[in-house]
């Protein structure tokens, strides 16, 4: 069955503190991985997506990385700050699949100062 | 400007009723997509839909159906309307790409609650 799992399910950091999510998957044929950003009341905005050749990508504070191998991703978030308070969702696309994508269920990231 | 909006923001109805979200991008994306994220916070796919094909999620009862008057408007229609459709509901789109790259881009959504 075509999943994505991601832990932990909730996570309260200090303001300026590092933070990893964990992302696995069971999708496949996997086309490529993708990073939301989720505020409460809002819609997912994209952070990254991660093609099968590729092992890091960041944006700005928001490094994200691949094995395809293990079907595992990691979201690691530098010096957090108040306003990286949201959801993370991990995002896989199944080749051949269109534009279809599988969800996890989030981690939602609390960050306090 | 906004690029993918929905109206209206909430919607709550009665069980039994017929009721239509619309959705609207201008970013000139060929494809349009709408999502339901239940009380646990998953977001499914429900309906994926360009000028050419119009993909569906099996598990989307056909009491649900999109509407697209023009490529830049897709609308989704639920007829009777049940409790378990209370969710929230996010139109996306996007502009097909090789490799199936395409970003997708979320509207704010549409709280729908069933009374």
């Known amino acids: 069955k075509n999943q994505v799992e991601q832990s932990p399910q909730s996570l309260i950091i200090l303001e300026g503190k590092n933070c990893t999510l964990q992302c696995n998957y069971t999708v496949s044929p996997f086309s490529n991985l993708r990073w939301y950003k989720q505020d409460t009341g809002r819609g997912p905005v994209s952070l990254t997506i991660m093609t099968f050749s590729e092992n890091t990508k960041s944006n700005g504070r928001y490094t994200a990385t691949l094995d395809a191998d293990t079907k595992q991703s990691s979201l690691h978030i530098t010096a957090s700050q108040l306003s990286d308070s949201a959801s993370y969702i991990c995002v896989v696309r199944r080749d051949n699949a269109g534009n279809m994508l599988t969800f996890g269920g989030g981690t939602r990231l609390m960050v306090k100062p | 400007d906004t690029a993918v909006s929905q109206t209206p923001k909430y919607l709550v109805t009665q069980m039994g009723n017929d009721k239509s979200i619309k959705c609207e991008q201008n970013?000139?994306?060929?494809?349009m997509y709408w999502y339901k994220q239940d009380s646990k916070k998953f977001l499914k796919i429900m309906f994926s839909?360009?000028?050419?094909?119009?993909?569906i999620n099996e598990t989307v009862p056909n009491r649900f159906s999109p509407k697209s008057p023009d490529k830049a408007h897709l609308n989704l229609h639920i007829n009777s309307l049940e409790l378990g459709d209370s969710a929230v509901y996010f139109c996306?789109?996007?502009?097909?790409?090789?490799?199936?790259?395409?970003?997708?881009?979320f509207g704010p959504g549409t709280r729908l609650t069933v009374t």
């Open positions: 996306a789109s996007s502009q097909r790409m090789t490799g199936g790259i395409a970003e997708q881009y």
């Open positions: 839909y360009n000028n050419k094909e119009l993909i």
């Open positions: 970013l000139g994306h060929d494809t």
